[in-house]
């Protein structure tokens, strides 16, 4: 992979912050592509009435990490929680043994309710069950979900696979809720395909993009 540079002489950097910046002492410049990423599209899903929306191509050792983002889930059923789960036979089976932890913020229309909690009930020790990305989603005309997810290093036979997941949702009791999740895949097995669905239910409509990161 290419890597711009930027000439160090015509830029004002004081000690302090010349000691975050990588140089190269060939060509006195800065590599810009160890200051930050880019995202290739690799896939792209969208959902119509759908019972699941998976990805079983395209997740290999190309790239370190994974990034999907989830726009508009729109729930057929009313207060359904939004979820995912991996596979590592190409996607016979989604049931990698997980670990995850689970908190949300929410606060109300009304303004009389707010919350932030760690919940218990929707973490998994040991479980080879589907994880939520989002809890209780409405589908009222106008609510749905949205988020992103980030899976560490999936191709890996050595390490467990990594995984952080944040939403924003309009969740069926008319509250703005934001949930966090993490975990990881307790395998050593190679994560070559991903599953997202309902906890009943279809996915009516959204779109889920899978990226790699460059």
Do not use: W
């Not at 290419?2 to 990588?22: E, Q, R, W, Y």
């Not at 994974?66 to 991996?86: A, G, L, M, R, S």
């Amino acid at each position: 992979m290419a890597l711009s540079k930027v000439n160090f002489n015509s830029l004002n950097v004081t000690p302090a912050a010349s000691k975050a910046i990588k140089f190269n002492s060939s060509n006195n410049g800065i590599e810009t592509g160890d200051v930050g990423g880019s995202l290739v599209l690799i896939s792209e899903q969208t959902a119509s009435s759908s019972g699941t929306l998976t990805f079983t191509s395209g997740i290999d050792s190309t790239y370190k990490e994974y990034v999907f983002k989830f726009i508009d889930i729109h729930p057929e059923t009313d207060n359904k929680h939004f979820q995912i789960n991996f596979s590592a036979d190409s996607g016979s089976n989604y049931n990698v043994t997980k670990t995850t932890t689970y908190f949300q913020a929410e606060h109300d229309e009304d303004d009389s309710t707010t919350g932030l909690s760690y919940n218990t009930n929707f973490d998994l020790a040991q479980s080879t069950s589907d994880f939520y990305l989002g809890l209780a989603v409405g589908n009222d005309n106008d609510q749905c979900l949205t988020g992103t997810l980030h899976l560490f290093n999936p191709s890996s036979t050595t390490f467990v696979k990594h995984f952080i997941g944040v939403s924003q949702h309009y969740h069926q009791g008319n509250y703005s809720r934001n949930d966090y999740c993490s975990g990881y895949g307790n395998t050593t097995s190679a994560i070559d395909a991903v599953r997202f669905k309902m906890s009943s239910g279809n996915i009516d409509a959204g779109t889920i993009k899978m990226y790699g990161v460059v």
